[in-house]
Nanobody
Framework: EVQLVESGGGEVQAGESLRLSCVIS????????IGWFRQAPGKEREGISA????????YYRSSVEGRFAISRDNAKNTVYLQMNSLKPEDTAVYYC???????WGQGTQVTVSS
């Protein structure tokens, strides 16, 4: 069974940082990428970052580039999203997904107050 489990969300003040984790288990291949998505209330889910477990290539949405950093630990099957200089507009439920599949985590809430 494929499982993705996010953690690390919480409530912070604007300008502070959080690090999200996504632990992947049961995926039957070493050739995959993980994407981070978020969904704010009343808005569509949007992709914000991704990383390949094969070559480490990364992607960032323009609204988070320079503030967020994605990384991976192959040995732990874990992807991290370091989020710095958080803004109130970053408030959302954050999800990870195996790219190109319907394997999603349950989400973790991030709330940034001004």
């Amino acid at each position: 069974e494929v499982q993705l489990v996010e953690s690390g969300g919480g409530e912070v003040q604007a300008g502070e940082s959080l690090r999200l984790s996504c632990v992947i288990s049961g995926y039957p291949s070493d050739n995959y990428a993980i994407g981070w998505f978020r969904q704010a209330p009343g808005k569509e889910r949007e992709g914000i970052s991704a990383i390949s477990f094969v070559d480490g290539r990364t992607y960032y949405r323009s609204s988070v580039e320079g503030r967020f950093a994605i990384s991976r630990d192959n040995a732990k099957n874990t992807v991290y999203l370091q989020m710095n200089s958080l803004k109130p507009e970053d408030t959302a439920v954050y999800y990870c997904r195996v790219s190109g599949t319907d394997y999603w985590g349950q989400g973790t809430q991030v709330t940034v107050s001004s």
